[in-house]
C-alpha cells in the first residue's frame, strides 16, 4: 500500500482481535515513526509500550467512562504511550523560540501520524486517545518530570475490517488563497 492510500483509509480502531503485533511489524511501525518530521531534527518524542493486562486496565481507567476509546486501550494487543521531552522543541538555549511556546505536542503528532499511517499500511488498526488523566498515566509508567505524557493510541488487527474511513471536508472548505478572505 502506497503511503495516499494509507492516508485514505486510515480510521479510528476501537474494537480489536486477539491476535498479537509481529514484534518485526511493530519495529516497522515505530521506525516510520523515527523517521518523522521535528523541530529542528530534536526528536523529542519518548514512547513507552504496554502490553501487561494489568498496565492497560490502570491505563484505561484514566480515560472517562464515556470515552469510546475505553475499552480498546484494555483489548489492544500492545497500547503506544507517546511522550515529550520538554524544552527540546521549538527551544533554544532553554528558551521558547515562537509565541507558541514549546512544539512537543507538534512533533509527538507528526510521530504519531507516521506511526498510525504505517500501522494502517500494515493492516494493524490505532485509534489516538487524547482526553485521559496525563498526571496520573505520568504516575502509573514512572514518567520523569522532564517528559509530558501527550497521548495513548491502542494498536493492533482491527475487528471489522469493513468499516471505511469517514469522509472529510472539500479543499475548499479550507484552503484560501494567498490571505483570508471575508
Known amino acids: 500500500m502506497d503511503v495516499f492510500e494509507a492516508m485514505a483509509q486510515r480510521r479510528s480502531v476501537r474494537k480489536f ?9 511493530l519495529d516497522r511501525i515505530l521506525e516510520a515513526g523515527r523517521m518523522s518530521a521535528s523541530w529542528a531534527n530534536t526528536q523529542c518524542w519518548e514512547i513507552v509500550l504496554v502490553r501487561d493486562p494489568e498496565m492497560k486496565d490502570k491505563l484505561s481507567a484514566t480515560l472517562s467512562e464515556h470515552n ?23 527551544c533554544k538555549k532553554g528558551e521558547h523560540t515562537t509565541v507558541l511556546g514549546d512544539w512537543l505536542m507538534f512533533d509527538v503528532a507528526l510521530f504519531l501520524s507516521n506511526v498510525t499511517h504505517a500501522a494502517h499500511a ?31 493510541v491502542p494498536l493492533g488487527r482491527p475487528q471489522d475490517l469493513s468499516k471505511s474511513a469517514p469522509s472529510r471536508k472539500d479543499i475548499r472548505e479550507f484552503c484560501r488563497e494567498e490571505k483570508f478572505q471575508k
Open 17 to 25: 482481535t486477539s491476535a498479537q503485533v509481529d514484534r518485526a511489524d
Open 68 to 90: 469510546p476509546a475505553k475499552k480498546a486501550v484494555v483489548q489492544a494487543p500492545v497500547v503506544i504511550v507517546a511522550c515529550g521531552k520538554k524544552g527540546k522543541s521549538g
Open 122 to 152: 500494515l493492516g494493524y488498526g490505532t485509534v489516538h486517545v487524547g482526553l485521559f488523566d496525563q498526571d496520573e498515566v505520568a504516575r502509573l509508567l514512572r514518567v520523569p518530570d522532564d517528559v509530558q505524557v501527550v497521548e495513548i
